[in-house]
């Protein structure tokens, strides 16, 4: 009677399997190595060159654009939204906000309100400051007259 399992794989075989295995993968490694056409530079020059291109759009606003107006909400401090809008290059009137008068109620969240025709520009607006919507001027807000108004709320 024989001891040994027939049914076993032989070392040998698992070895050649597995060397066969490692100069597959070595060859498919080089293949890509060689075949290979990509320039660290130049992917360094087109992310670069994408960043420029977004920080134009947002910086250089129409000049068309009217001027922006801040209001006050519940004595919320402008002066971080003031700075951003600046940064962005809009106008900004006056030094000082304008606060929000008692009648309509006051919005939730930073807010720029728009008048007929205005809503791609506060929207425009909208985009260089994070969190903040875009609605209709409503009746009552007199703050402003002629500029887009941005109801700044605390965070």
């Not at 060397?19 to 075949?35: E, F, N, Q, R, Y």
């Not at 929000?100 to 720029?112: G, L, S, Y």
């Amino acid at each position: 009677m024989s001891t040994q399992n027939t049914r076993a794989v032989p070392i040998r075989t698992i070895i050649m399997i597995l060397i066969s295995a490692a100069i597959i993968l070595a060859a498919v490694g080089v293949h890509g190595l060689v075949t290979r056409n990509d320039d660290p530079q130049a992917a360094l020059n087109a992310q670069e060159a994408k960043i420029k291109a977004a920080a134009t759009e947002t910086a250089a606003p129409a000049a068309d654009q009217p001027p922006v107006c801040l209001i006050s909400v519940a004595r919320a401090p402008v002066a971080e939204t003031r700075d951003k809008l600046k940064k962005a290059g809009f106008t900004v009137q006056g030094e000082t906000a304008a606060p929000w008068p008692n009648r309509p109620a006051a919005p939730r969240a930073t807010t720029v309100y728009f008048a007929d025709g205005g809503e791609d520009t506060a929207k425009t607006v909208s985009t260089a400051l994070p969190g903040s919507a875009t609605a209709a001027r409503p009746a009552g807000l007199e703050a402003c007259e002629g500029a887009l108004a941005v109801a700044v709320v605390k965070k």
